[in-house]
T-cell receptor
Framework: AQSVSQHNHHVILSEAASLELGCNYS??????LFWYVQYPGQHLQLLLK??????LVKGIKGFEAEFIKSKFSFNLRKPSVQWSDTAEYFC???????????FGTGTRLTVIP | EAGVAQSPRYKIIEKRQSVAFWCNPI?????LYWYQQILGQGPKLLIQ????????DSQLPKDRFSAERLKGVDSTLKIQPAKLEDSAVYLC?????????????FGNGTRLTVT
């Protein structure tokens, strides 16, 4: 069965600190991988996605993620966070050609000015 | 483009009552999803429509939950009767016709509290 693990439930950082949020998935096949972000009071928005090709993908607002197939991981990174990055971040996985998008439990990021 | 519209934003009901949520997807999006997000968990798919047909409803508790998308555009999700454990945010999402490689666009959700 497909599953997504996000081990960090709540991360607190100061502005300008570097960020890495972990995401590991379980799926026996080709996958599409996503990071969604939910800012306070707003809807889920796509941050970045990986379908194929270069395993290092760049998204909006300076975020990037690296797909490491051997580790079943798709960690999210940002070199220098801002207060406006305070949000909840969800990793999600979908089998290529499948219907369902499986979400992790989310990581709440709080950035202190 | 206008986003996915959902109403109401909040709903409080007593257990055993019924409730309905409405969703209007982005224009032209053939695929519509309903997700349930319980506090502290990620969204979980309840049902997926392609136009007005059901693609996947394997996770929908059919004894109390129902959903329809009669004209292939907007959709309603109903719970009857509600239980305490149905308290959650109900998210509607849509994606374009080439769904396999298209990201989902989410609405703001309806927060349901069952007392």
């Amino acid at each position: 069965a497909q599953s997504v693990s996000q081990h960090n439930h709540h991360v607190i950082l100061s502005e300008a600190a570097s960020l890495e949020l972990g995401c590991n998935y379980s799926y026996g096949g080709t996958v599409n991988l996503f990071w969604y972000v939910q800012y306070p009071g707003q809807h889920l928005q796509l941050l970045l996605k990986y379908f194929s090709g270069d395993p290092l993908v760049k998204g909006i607002k300076g975020f990037e993620a690296e797909f490491i197939k051997s580790k079943f991981s798709f960690n999210l990174r940002k070199p220098s966070v801002q207060w406006s990055d305070t949000a909840e971040y969800f990793c999600a996985v979908k089998g290529a050609g499948a219907n369902n998008l499986f979400f992790g439990t989310g990581t709440r990021l709080t950035v202190i000015p | 483009e206008a986003g996915v519209a959902q109403s109401p934003r909040y709903k409080i009901i007593e257990k055993r009552q019924s409730v309905a949520f409405w969703c209007n997807p982005i224009s032209g999006h053939a695929t519509l999803y309903w997700y349930q997000q319980i506090l502290g968990q990620g969204p979980k798919l309840l049902i997926q429509f392609q136009n007005n047909g059901v693609v996947d409803d394997s996770q929908l508790p059919k004894d109390r939950f129902s959903a329809e998308r009669l004209k292939g555009v907007d959709s309603t999700l109903k719970i009857q009767p509600a239980k305490l454990e149905d308290s959650a945010v109900y998210l509607c999402a849509s994606s374009p016709p080439s769904s396999y490689n298209s990201p989902l666009h989410f609405g703001n959700g309806t927060r349901l509290t069952v007392t």
